[in-house]
Structure formats: C-alpha cells, structure tokens
C-alpha cells in the first residue's frame, strides 16, 4: 500500500514531497512522491502524557481560577458520582482523546475504570493508579490494599498499571520514601501551584491550613516541594513530575540530571491560573517534557490542537518562547518519552507500526506551525483499522 500525503512529520518537522509505503502492518519505505499527493499529511499519532479520564463528567462543572477553590469542588462533586457514571465518562473521554488523534496515555486513575475504556476506544499507554493516604478512613498500609486492588482490576485489561503517589501533600511521608526508593514507574503531581512550596518550607498556607484543620500536625520542611521530592527520592529516573510549574531556576539543572520527565499541561495550568511552567529551560536543559490533557474539569475540551496553542502561548508569554516543532515532538516522540514504563520509539519511521499513523486534512500546510494553527479534531483520521488505511490510499 502506497500513502501519498502531502507531507509528514518527521521529528517534529513537517517534510513535504514524501510518500509511504505500508506493509506487513508497519512503514516499509520513506520516499519522494512517485504519483499525486493527496489533501493530507501524516504524522505518529499524539501521545497524551498526562490524562484524568474519570473526570470528563465534571468539564464545565467546576469554578476555574483558582487550583485551590477548584481541587476542594472536584473532591466534594467526586463523591456524589455513581461507578456507572464514572465508567461511562472514561469511556466517552477515551474516544474523544482517539477522536482528537491520540493513541497513547499516561493516564491518572482514581477510580478503576479507565483502563477498560482505554482498551474499548483502541488507545495504547500506562496507567497510573493513584495513591492517598491523608484524609482517609484507612491506615496507609490498609489504604495500599485498596488501591492495590483496583489495580488489579484494571491490570486485567492487559495495560500496565503502575500505583503511584498523587502528589506530596497527599501521602505520608513514609509511604512516598518507599515509592522514591522502590525504582518504578511513577508519575507524581509536583509544583503545580506556589501553595506547595509554602507548605514544604515553610508549613503555612491554604493546603497546610486544610491540613491543621483535620488535626495534623504541620512540620515546615524548610526547602522547596522540588527539594523536598527530591529528598524524598521522588525525583529519579521513571518518575514522570506532572506540572513542574513553580520551579525555582537552580533546580532545573538537578531536574534534567536525574532523569525524571515532566508533563506540561498548559490550558490546565492557564485555567486554574498556576505560575506558567519553565519550559524553554528545561528544554535547553535535556529534560523529556510530554505535553497533557489533564483533566477536563480543567481544561476543557479533549483537543491536542488546542493543547499545543496554549503550550506555545504560555511560552510566549513568559518571553523564552518554544518553537511549534518542539511542541509537536512534545505531543508525540518526547511525549512517550516522558510516560515511565513505556519503551517504545514514537516517531515515522522505518518499521513504525502503521496503526499508530494518523492523517491531518489540513490544505496547504507549510509547517506544523501551520498544522497547530489551522487543525482541530475534526480534521484527523486515524489509520488503525486496515479499512481506513485502504480509503486513504484508494483516495484520487
Ligand atoms: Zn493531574
């Protein structure tokens, strides 16, 4: 099978006057055009590297604004949901995450269903089961049983699942110590918003507030969420850091030492008004960066086009801006980079699976500039099922 587009992305850059051929499920050959091109271009599909699928119900539900007034509303909406609600809503965000050309995840689960849902709508990825420890009725150890359970049910759709901490202030000390040590996968919530910092240095602010109020004990750490991660063991290779806006410039240097990656999620942090993620630093630094969804209680709409805008905005805004190919290679090839547990190369090349192609109908692209600007959901098909294949190149 020959497919004839008008251009491919190729390491984040759109390289016209290609041609592939298909074969045997995966890229057989590169080449110049030897026919007409078609009104498309192809490129690996998008990788979402950080998703809260379950939370699809609650997109346009929740006040933005504010991280804090925010997370308070999701936790008391959470729990007023039927299971059957929940499954039903991972299921619809898992197709319009594959509507929007994605097929793979880093995906966040509370619940245990996404999973399934990931597997029905034919998207590929990680699941990361989410471990709390504070607020609950469970010791931690009995809390790890619970969690570890429905791991197990979603373990049983054949994706790997990994538990993982959700984030510093949510889970004891002890617990997030063995995760640090333990050398798996991991993908934490980390230097979202400044009132992290505020409770690691110095013990004050909203989420230390919350915390008294449930009669803990607050003990300032005297360093920084970053360092006090860090310290933790947190901050290593396979653990992927979710947000990593509010970072201080020393530590990006450490950050791109360890070999931890990060998830950006720029129209989340636009949304609840976080500080705006060093990107371009830690970029230059060597730092894997995936680019994430997040939640659509936040974000809004399932969208990967949408999502690069707002990356490229933020960075422009800050004045270190980052170029479209960059973010593209975000959305894609660095993007599976920066999911832990997922060895696998994601770019257009020799022996890449051909399942894993989408095509673009975007005119007269010149760049992915063009792409990013111009494309939505709308405009993507993906080349999964062998029918769809033979359509695009019986197309002309
Ligand atoms: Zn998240």
Redesign the pocket.
């Known amino acids: 099978l020959i497919l004839r587009p008008y251009g491919i992305v190729i390491a984040g850059r759109l390289e016209l006057g290609l041609e592939l051929v298909v074969g045997g499920g995966k890229v057989e050959e590169i080449r110049p055009h030897t026919g007409i091109p078609e009104n498309y271009v192809i490129s690996a599909g998008f990788v979402n590297a950080?998703s809260?699928l379950e939370y699809r119900g609650l997109q346009g539900r929740l006040p933005l604004g504010s991280y804090w007034t925010w997370i308070r509303e999701l936790t008391r909406l959470k729990q007023e949901q039927s299971d059957d609600e929940v499954r039903q809503d991972c299921l619809q965000a898992a197709r319009e995450n594959a509507a929007s050309g994605v097929l793979l995840i880093g995906e966040?689960s509370d619940r245990p269903f996404a999973a399934e849902a990931l597997v029905q709508a034919g998207i590929g990825g990680v699941v990361f089961q989410e471990l709390i420890t504070f607020f609950e009725r469970e010791s931690p150890r009995e809390k790890i049983a619970v969690v570890e359970k429905k791991a197990g049910e979603q373990r049983a759709t054949g994706l790997p699942v990994h538990l993982t901490p959700h984030a510093l202030y949510t889970v004891d000390e002890a617990t997030l110590c063995a995760f640090g040590g333990s050398g798996q996968p991991i993908s934490v919530?980390l230097a979202e918003t400044e009132h992290e910092t505020a409770f690691a240095e110095s013990g004050q602010g909203v989420i230390a507030e919350f915390q008294q109020s449930h009669g803990f004990d607050v003990q300032p750490r005297g360093m920084t969420a970053f360092a006090l991660a860090s310290e933790l063991g947190l901050v290593r290779e396979g653990a992927q850091l979710?947000?990593c806006c509010d970072l201080r410039e020393e530590e990006i240097g450490p950050l791109a030492a360890s070999g931890a990656t990060v998830a950006h999620?720029p129209r989340?942090n636009l949304a609840l008004n976080t500080p705006r993620a060093p990107i371009r630093e830690m970029l230059d630094a060597g730092v894997r960066v995936g680019l994430?969804l997040?939640?659509p209680a936040s974000s809004g709409v399932i969208d990967m086009f949408d999502e690069m805008r707002a990356a490229l905005l933020i960075a422009e805004e800050r004045a270190r801006p980052i170029r479209p190919e960059e973010v593209w290679l975000m959305a894609t090839g660095m993007g599976a980079a920066a999911i832990p547990g997922l060895a696998q190369s994601w770019d257009v090349a020799v022996g890449f699976e051909s399942a894993n192609l989408i095509a673009i109908s975007v005119p007269a692209a010149h760049t992915v500039e063009d792409l990013i600007r111009n494309a939505s959901p709308h405009s993507v098909s993906r080349l999964r099922d062998p029918q769809s294949l033979e359509a695009f190149t019986k197309q002309g």
């Open positions: 950080h809260h966040h919530h979710v947000h999620c989340s994430g997040d939640s």
